[in-house]
């Protein structure tokens, strides 16, 4: 084989390997296992971010029934909160201070006319007003202020963004 040949092969090996052995397996989750995905451990606490976190409960009572469930996702990279207040969509800015601590809004929202607003207000009021969350397993907790007695909003990770 002319040494014209092997020079370039040789560098573009190098090439190919050099990020291959720089690359760190403990960045990897569950590294060097085989397992099934069902076989791995779930994580303790859903992410606050690029999750679908559904209405389960307002002001400490459960949630109204609605034609859709409303629905609050935080978007990572670009601190916009979208999603659903039952009837009509959501979208604004978000801002997280410190570990815990979570500022909604301005949120601005469609105007769609709709069968029930009660709850869709309430939810959106529960939005504006949170200040503190609070993350248990699947379950975000939003809070006014200081106080983490009755959350203003309850919401549960779901599969589906």
Same mark, same amino acid.
Do not use: H, K
């Given at each position: 084989?002319?040494?014209?040949?092997?020079?370039?092969?040789?560098?573009a090996a190098l090439l190919l390997l050099a990020p291959a052995c720089s690359y760190d397996l403990s960045?990897?989750?569950?590294?060097?296992?085989?397992?099934?995905?069902?076989?791995?451990?779930?994580?303790?606490?859903?992410?606050?971010?690029?999750?679908?976190?559904?209405?389960?409960?307002?002001?400490?009572?459960?949630?109204p029934a609605t034609e859709q469930r409303p629905f609050l996702v935080l978007r990572d990279g670009r601190? !916009? &909160?979208?999603?659903? %207040?039952?009837?009509? +969509?959501?979208? =604004?800015?978000?801002?997280?201070?410190?570990?815990?601590?979570? @500022?909604?809004?301005?949120?601005?929202?469609?105007?769609?006319?709709?069968?029930?607003?009660?709850?869709?207000?309430?939810?959106? !009021? &529960?939005?504006?007003? %949170?200040?503190?969350? +609070?993350?248990? =397993?699947?379950?975000?907790?939003?809070?006014?202020?200081?106080? @983490?007695?009755?959350?203003?909003?309850?919401?549960q990770a779901t599969a589906g963004e």
């Amino acid at each position: 084989m002319p040494l014209a040949f092997r020079l370039p092969a040789a560098a573009a090996a190098l090439l190919l390997l050099a990020p291959a052995c720089s690359y760190d397996l403990s960045e990897r989750p569950n590294a060097g296992s085989t397992a099934n995905s069902a076989d791995r451990p779930v994580p303790t606490s859903a992410p606050l971010r690029n999750v679908r976190w559904e209405l389960r409960e307002l002001d400490g009572q459960p949630a109204p029934a609605t034609e859709q469930r409303p629905f609050l996702v935080l978007r990572d990279g670009r601190a !916009r &909160a979208e999603g659903r %207040a039952a009837c009509n +969509r959501f979208s =604004g800015p978000y801002t997280l201070a410190a570990e815990g601590r979570l @500022r909604l809004g301005p949120l601005v929202t469609t105007r769609s006319a709709c069968p029930d607003l009660a709850t869709e207000g309430a939810f959106m !009021r &529960a939005l504006n007003q %949170a200040q503190r969350y +609070r993350i248990q =397993g699947n379950t975000l907790s939003l809070y006014a202020a200081d106080t @983490r007695e009755v959350p203003l909003a309850t919401l549960q990770a779901t599969a589906g963004e």
